[in-house]
C-alpha cells in the first residue's frame, strides 16, 4: 500500500493538516503541500483576528530583500535624472522641492519599471495568507507606490487607508 502527503485545507481552514493519499500521484501531492504551504496558522488567525496584525519574520531570503532594496535604489536614482514630474520607464514620478532641494513625493506604479516588484507583490508568501483571511483567492493589486522618506526630505504621511478615496468598484472589499 503506497501512501502520499496531501493537503486538505482550504482557505476556512484554521488548522495546520495533512492526509495521506494513496490515490494521487506522488509530484501532484509534493506540488499541493508546496502550493499550502504558506498558510497560516490557527494561531496566527487568532493572533489578527485580536490585534489587527500578524508578523511572520524571515518571509524573504536575503537575496530576495537585497532584489528589491536594488530596486527602490534604482527607482531613487531615476528620479535624480529627471527635471520634473512625468512618466519614466513605466512609472510614473512625483516630483517636488523642499528648502529648494529636490524630493521624490512618491512613484505611482513602481512595477512599471521595476517588474520584480509585481513579483514580490504576487509571491504565495502573501498572497495565500490574504487569501486566507479573506476568504477569496480572487486579488487584484491596485497599487504600487514607492514612498521614499529621507531625512529632511519634508515628505509626510499621515495614517489614511487607501481604500477609503479610491473608486472601489462592484467586487472590493473594505475591511476596517
Known sequence: ????????????????CISLDKHHDFSENIAMVRERQHLLKKVEITAFSEIGWITRKALFHADEINEMRACFENLERMSAILDATGLHEGSHFVLGSMADEPVIKRVVWAVGSRPYLLEVGEDPRLTQP???????????????????????????????QDIQHRD??????SVS
Do not use: Y
Request: hydrophobic content about 40%; overall charge positive.
Open 1 to 16: 500500500m503506497q501512501s502520499f502527503v496531501r493537503p486538505f485545507c482550504s482557505a476556512q481552514c484554521a488548522v495546520d
Open 168 to 173: 472601489k468598484g462592484g467586487r472590493t472589499v
Open 130 to 160: 490574504c487569501a486566507q483571511l479573506l476568504g477569496s483567492n480572487e486579488m487584484e493589486q491596485l497599487l504600487s507606490q514607492a514612498h521614499f522618506k529621507r531625512p529632511g526630505g519634508g515628505v509626510i504621511f499621515g495614517w489614511h
